[in-house]
């Protein structure tokens, strides 16, 4: 017995010794510009999707049927996401080329969100991408506003609705 938990301990340590000279070689890159392998990308996927999937429980959808909750959301993404996301006819910034993962053009997606989960991200942001998140910053109204215009509308919307939105709702 004693023999088994000494084998077991001598391995644990090599293994964390071996892991920190690893760390101290600078062999792992860590440039944005250098995807993760096809394991670790796993690892995260089925990390992240997990954790939202537990997180996103907590939330109770409320009514988000008046047109104003959508239009308050509109204003709010057109300032703070599109520079990331893009929006029907509204190119994202240059620098999002730089940014590993992309932000995806969710207006695009065909998987667009239910809002329980996409209030979640906007409210938690995601953990080592640029998602930021907007809970200290923003209050549950308009994080579920921003959630209504994003699940909702956003998707639905052609370059010229964007356009008219911006020219209608967006004070210059
Ligand atoms: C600095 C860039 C950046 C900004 C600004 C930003 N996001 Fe994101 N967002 C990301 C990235 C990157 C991801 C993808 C994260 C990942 O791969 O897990 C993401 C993911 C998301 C997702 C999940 C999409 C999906 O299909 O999985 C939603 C929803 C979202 N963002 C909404 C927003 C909203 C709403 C705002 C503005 C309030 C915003 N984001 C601002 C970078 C950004």
Not at 144 to 167: H, I, Q, R, V
Request: proline share 6%; glycine share 6%; aromatic share 10%.
């Amino acid at each position: 017995m004693k023999k088994i938990i000494l084998t077991v301990l001598v391995t644990i340590i090599v293994l964390f010794g071996a892991l920190w000279l690893y760390m101290l070689s600078g062999t792992y890159d860590i440039s944005q510009l250098t995807p993760h392998n096809s394991i670790t990308k796993w690892m995260i996927n089925t990390t992240k999707h997990h954790s939202i999937e537990k997180g996103m429980k907590e939330n109770t959808v409320p009514d988000l049927s008046n047109p104003e909750i959508t239009i308050s959301g509109f204003k709010m993404y057109n300032k703070l996401c599109v520079e990331c996301h893009g929006a029907p006819g509204v190119e994202a910034e240059a620098m999002t080329k730089g940014l590993y993962p992309k932000p995806p053009t969710i207006y695009k997606s065909n998987d667009v969100l239910e809002a329980q989960e996409a209030f979640w991200i906007i409210k938690n942001g995601i953990k080592m991408t640029s998602m930021p998140a907007y809970g200290p910053s923003h209050n549950d109204k308009d994080l579920w506003a921003l959630t209504a215009f994003t699940s909702y509308k956003l998707g639905k919307m052609t370059p010229n609705d964007y356009k008219d939105w911006k020219e209608k709702y967006i004070v210059k």
